[in-house]
């Protein structure tokens, strides 16, 4: 029997790749009727692409995204706070990527209708229900309407169905949902002219007024597609957001201006940037509790469906595509009930941790902290923060992340 795999987003689609090496025989479900380059930016961190660069993705990578040589965060006046190379450029085997969500999507699906039989990946299939059976599982799907299309026998369900997970609300109906700290996001991208070397990304702000910059796609004429995302503090979370999160909600310009206009960044006008860019989406910067576990029988979550986290610190994808390769190895190695629960104790800590740090600000506490002593800017960086505070904060974080460089940061 085929392992189940609900959702085609880039856990799943990592998942299949990694079953399809292995000779494990896997069926995709993904409910949208097709796969669309959706979303705008995000970065995948080496040890995530190491995993991609095993299944030979590396040279699709490199087609779509950047390879991202630096980070600097900078305080809202553009004054320098913390500088350090990535991926390649800090001695790792392999790149960190600035790439586009849809793009990253599209070469691992490209790699999944190339390397798997056909029938293995099917659209319009919504994960609705699932039940256990001495050998296995037996899931039922539905389309838009709600008309079962499909009930499939497998020999485990792999939920990859995201921070809206069905699977997870069945596992955990006393879940208490969506986690809010009040910080609204707009996350735009526009080609244009590149900033610094095309290949930098930048931290600017404070947890209250946040600007996160990179190129994630060359463009004609020597042009970058930019990413930027605009975060502002408008809530104390106490409250639901606004608006129900979708990742393609439009975004209005007029509540972003007076925040943007506060931003100078001596190598970008960034209200230009944003004038610039036609359409961008709006999006509550959310994430769910950590669960007491992922695991029931032959039934497990991946992804964002198992631990859903603030993006900051780059570790949405990466995390999720870790899931999918421990649990294909596991997976290759014993039954399924044994290797969803050798799967669980490994992975459950480790991203239950990166959740919580990421709710304090990740690395970009780096920021926060030079921001709170010195709200009006600085003349020494000195006299508001150490280097040795900077380090700790940053270095915490990457080894937290599992992506620490042995005797150095990130
Ligand atoms: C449309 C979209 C746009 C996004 N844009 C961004 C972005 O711009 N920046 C960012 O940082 N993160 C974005 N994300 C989230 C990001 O992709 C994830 O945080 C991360 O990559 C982890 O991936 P995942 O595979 O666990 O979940 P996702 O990438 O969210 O994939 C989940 C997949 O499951 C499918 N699905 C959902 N419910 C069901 C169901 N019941 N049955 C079958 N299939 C189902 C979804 O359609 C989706 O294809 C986006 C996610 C989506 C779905």
Known sequence: MPILIAGAGIGGLTLALSLHERGIPCIVLEQSAEVRPLGVGINTLPHAIKELADLGLLPALDQVGIRTRE??????????????????????PVPQFSIHRGYLQGVLWQAVRERLPPDAVRTGHRLADFKQTARGVTARFTNRTGA?????????????DGI???????????????RWQGIMMWRGAVERKPYLDGETMV???DMNEKLVLYPIARAPRGRRLTNWVVCIKSGDGGAPPPNREDWSRVGQRGAIMPTVRRFDLPFLNLENLVRA?????EYPMCD????????QGRVTLLGDAAHPMYPVGSNGASQAILDARLLAR?????DAASALAAYEAERLPKTAEIVRLNRLGGPERMVDAVSARAPNGFTNLSDVISREELAAINAGYASSAGFARPGGNS
């Open 164 to 178: 809206h997970s069905t699977a997870r609300a069945k596992l955990h109906p006393d879940d208490p949902g969506i």
């Open 71 to 92: 980070l600097i965060y900078l305080n809202r006046f553009g004054q320098e706070v913390w500088r350090e190379p990535r991926g390649m450029f800090a001695g790792h």
């Open 288 to 295: 769910r509790d950590p669960l007491p576990w992922w695991t």
């Open 277 to 281: 860019t036609p359409e961008f989406f």
């Open 148 to 160: 079962t299309v499909a009930e499939l026998g497998g020999r485990a369900l792999i939920a990859a």
């Open 203 to 205: 931290i600017a702000g």
């Open 330 to 334: 596991l997976l290759a190695e014993g």
